[in-house]
């Protein structure tokens, strides 16, 4: 994690949505982003996740529904979001929400990837995946 410096975007506002799951956070500047839980949880800082060095890294599955329960600071740069699986120890700094924003959709693919590719859910075990919704009006071909 980087240290503050003249370069660090610093939040002007964190808001957490409750009914759409998403963590809101602004930026001096004006930039603006909106995480989900999930992708938050996804890419969760913590070592137990990221591992002590390349190829390390454990792959987070079956995270769709998770909630974030509250939200600590850390000082004047970083927060600690409560996850509702128990997560805990991820500390997410200025400069890592700013990049997770800056480079969502990337990631985001990257990760969804990932889950093709071992064969994983996004759903937790048990649990069945969404159905897909149907276009009012319309038929749907099987």
Avoid: C
């Avoid at 957490?16 to 839980?37: A, C, I, N, P, T």
């Avoid at 792959?59 to 509702?84: C, H, M, T, W």
């Amino acid at each position: 994690m980087a240290g503050l410096d003249a370069s660090t975007r610093i939040p002007t506002e964190i808001k957490l949505h409750q009914k759409s799951r998403l963590l809101e956070v602004s930026f001096d500047g004006g930039e603006s982003f909106q995480l989900s839980y999930e992708f938050l949880r996804v890419f969760t800082p913590s070592a137990e996740a990221r591992g002590h060095g390349p190829g390390q890294e454990v792959l987070q599955v079956g995270k769709r529904d998770v909630d974030i329960e509250r939200v600590e600071s850390v000082g004047n740069y970083a927060i600690r979001p409560i996850f509702s699986d128990g997560h805990d120890s991820g500390l997410y700094s200025w400069d890592l929400l700013y990049n997770l924003g800056r480079n969502h959709d990337a990631l985001w693919q990257a990760y969804l990837d990932r889950l093709q590719l071992a064969g994983a859910s996004r759903d937790a075990p048990g649990q069945a995946a969404p159905l897909p919704v149907k276009a009012h009006g319309g038929s749907q071909k099987s």
